[in-house]
């Protein structure tokens, strides 16, 4: 039986992972702002990924219920603001996602790639590295699994708190690319 994955958001993220990973095996349904639907596809769902824009997160959360409640739920958002600069979240987004989802397993994951690259791990050919981070051993590996079958690069990034920096990386990635002009086809190799 394939593993079923729900995604909440369709847009770049959301699709670009749908895409990696149906074909890496998976079920994958991705989900826009469809009333019902969301919940419907994370009921039966073994892992959920958070694909929306961070002012979302309480709505979709709300809509998700508890179908989260004891599945990885995958933080793929960054807490950014206008500006694409960090938003204060005085933790990170993600810890404060498993503060309002306590029966969920966060992992914070791919919010340190672009969405060009999600679906294959590669940049310009060449393979990206994902982290991870949760305080959820188990919901860590399966994520790390799903990025290596998707075709990146894995690093376990330790425990969710580690969001902290994970989240401050994606702004490096974004500046990287659009202020200094290495464009979105870059992207974070990590030799370990
Ligand atoms: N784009 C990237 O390269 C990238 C990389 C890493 C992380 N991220 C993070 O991943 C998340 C998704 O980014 P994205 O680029 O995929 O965004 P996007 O293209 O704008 O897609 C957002 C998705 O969320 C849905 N959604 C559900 N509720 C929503 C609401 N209340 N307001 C707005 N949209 C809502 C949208 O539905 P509709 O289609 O109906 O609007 C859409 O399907 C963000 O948190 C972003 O920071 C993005």
């Known amino acids: 039986m394939k593993t079923k994955i729900a995604i909440a958001g369709d847009g770049n993220v959301g699709s670009a992972l749908q895409k990696g990973l149906s074909r890496a ?31 979302a997160v309480d709505a979709t959360l709300a809509e998700l219920g ?8 995958v933080d793929c958002t960054n807490p950014l603001t206008k500006e694409m600069k960090l938003a204060a979240t005085g933790t990170s987004a993600a810890e404060e996602l498993q503060k309002k989802a306590p029966r969920a397993k966060v992992v914070k994951a791919f919010n340190t ?8 791990g590669k940049a310009k050919g060449e393979t990206l590295s994902i982290y991870a ?38 702004v490096l990635n974004i500046q990287l690319a659009y202020s200094v002009g290495l464009g979105p086809d870059s992207g974070f190799r990590h030799v370990h």
């Open 25 to 55: 095996g998976y079920e994958v349904t991705a989900v826009g702002r469809q009333p019902g639907k969301l919940k419907e596809a994370a009921s039966t769902a073994t892992i959920v990924i958070l694909a929306v824009p961070y002012g």
């Open 66 to 73: 508890d179908t989260i409640d004891g599945k990885p739920l």
């Open 113 to 120: 790639t672009f969405a060009g690259t999600m679906s294959t």
């Open 133 to 170: 981070a949760s305080d959820d051993a188990a919901a860590k590996k399966d994520v790390l699994q799903l990025a290596r079958d998707i075709g990146f690069d894995a690093v376990d990034a330790g425990p969710l708190q580690n969001a902290r920096y994970l989240e401050p990386l994606a």
